[in-house]
């Protein structure tokens, strides 16, 4: 089998690593890893591509590339130039934080693998949750670690993998726990987190220039049962199928019958 890993935080980021492992058992003795990851850190870029300036590649190891570019132009790199052949499977992550709920829309993780989809690549996006039980280990991706290649062959062995124009993928958030306490896995819908949006905080450097940091809300907040995030707060892998259609098809019907 022959796997591409991509991720948001950077070809140096300690998640990559432990999804290189994980790819590396999944592929198998005979299988190709190939890693082509962003040059520096691309996280909340969501699935954006540098359509307006080109993205230049240093090959780094044999099978290892960096992109001065997002998750998605690492994807379109790998598809379009790198690779020798099309890959069997994307892995994007391991993310250094949660990429459920709301976070989602932002995460370059999850643009990675959206990128793969529509691609027509079979594509999971992995990330760890952080908290307070996990934090602090030597270890923080240890359910990841732990769990994580056996998610992933389940999913590749049992899942959906359709031949649609929107075709899916996977979001999977691993618990903020030691990997022990991992309650088992659960499939999900996005939640979403109450008064835990996106804002702007405007600073003055010592220069007197002003500058506006993005600040984001407490990732302990639960969401809806049968969500990701409630999922993985209660110690469950959380897996949510995924499309990149936006259209809002519960209300197509009653608006056509409105306006047409």
Known sequence: MRILITNDDGIAAPGLSVLHEIATEIAGPGGEVWTVAPAFEQS???HCISYARPAM?????????AVEGSPADCVLAALFDIL???????LSGVNRGNNAAENVLYSGTVGGAMEG?????RSIAL?????????QLDDPFEAARATGVETVRRLIERATWDSEDYRLFYNVNFPPLPAAEVRGRKVTHQGWRQDSGHGMTPHVSPSGRRFLYVTGGPQQT???AGTDAAAALDGYVAITPMRADLTAHDLVTSLAERLE
């Open 222 to 224: 639960p969401t809806a």
């Open 44 to 46: 909340g870029v969501g």
């Open 57 to 65: 590649v240093q090959e780094l190891d044999p099978r290892r590339f």
């Open 84 to 90: 020798p052949g099309r890959p069997d499977l994307l």
């Open 127 to 135: 990330s760890q949750y952080f908290g307070p039980e996990n934090a």
């Open 117 to 121: 989809a529509l691609q027509h690549v």
